[in-house]
Nanobody, 122 residues
């Protein structure tokens, strides 16, 4: 089992920034690609960003490209999502997830955290 715990969410004004963290424990962190998804009220969970095991490859949803940056620290067993220029439509619960290979579909994820709320006010 791999346990994932997100943190860093909160309330921020439009145009502001937040950095989310996802700490992993229980299994070898470097065996997994790390991804971030989000789910707004009444909407399906959607892909945000993914990073491969080494950090050398990243992919982003078009809606966040140029504003969000995914990274990881394999020494600290932690993945990050730096979110800049936040918009009200970024409001959602943000989840980190892992898979054995780079995936952008939620059904391809093997482990999930419980999520952290991000609210962007206009």
């Amino acid at each position: 089992q791999l346990q994932l715990v997100e943190s860093g969410g909160g309330l921020v004004q439009a145009g502001g920034s937040l950095r989310l963290s996802c700490v992993a424990s229980g299994r070898t962190f470097t065996s997994y690609a790390m991804a971030w998804f989000r789910q707004a009220p009444g909407k399906e969970r959607e892909f945000v960003a993914v990073i491969n095991w080494s950090g050398g490859n990243t992919y982003y949803a078009d809606s966040v490209k140029g504003r969000f940056t995914i990274s990881r620290d394999n020494v600290k067993n932690t993945a990050y999502l730096q979110m800049n220029s936040l918009k009200p439509e970024d409001t959602a619960v943000y989840y980190c997830a892992t898979s054995s290979r780079v995936e952008t579909k939620s059904y391809g994820m093997e482990y999930w955290g419980k999520g952290t709320q991000v609210t962007v006010s206009s």
